[in-house]
């Protein structure tokens, strides 16, 4: 069984910086492509970027230039460093491995980011 907990979340004004974390167990994050994705209100979640196993990254047009993921092999985590925050990053964020195939249903609780202007 898969379980992934985010944390690192929370309130930050425009302009500031959060990291989140993502602990997984049930799933090795060095051999499965990594994603953080994050839902707004009344929004579908996004996918924001993607680490993979040989720690490419790829990001949204929304974050490129401002947000860095990164893993710890060791520690099964997956990071994301967000700068310079605009309102319109707000939302909850959750990591997951980015492909998922049919009948994958875990997910995390997601961490809380909100942005004030």
């Known amino acids: 069984q898969v379980q992934l907990v985010e944390s690192g979340g929370g309130l930050v004004q425009a302009g500031g910086s959060l990291r989140l974390s993502c602990v997984g167990s049930?799933?090795?994050?060095?051999?499965?492509?990594m994603a953080w994705y994050r839902q707004a209100p009344g929004k579908q979640r996004e996918w924001v970027g993607t680490?993979?196993?040989?720690?490419?990254?790829y990001y949204a047009n929304s974050g490129k230039g401002r947000f860095t993921i990164s893993k710890d092999n060791a520690k099964n985590i997956v990071y994301l460093q967000m700068n310079n925050l605009k309102s319109e990053d707000s939302g909850v964020y959750y990591c997951?491995?980015?492909?998922?195939?049919?009948?994958?249903?875990?997910w995390g609780q997601g961490t809380q980011v909100t942005v004030s202007s």
């Open positions: 997951n491995r980015l492909s998922r195939p049919p009948g994958y249903v875990y």
């Open positions: 049930g799933l090795i994050f060095s051999t499965n492509a």
């Open positions: 680490i993979t196993s040989t720690d490419s990254t």
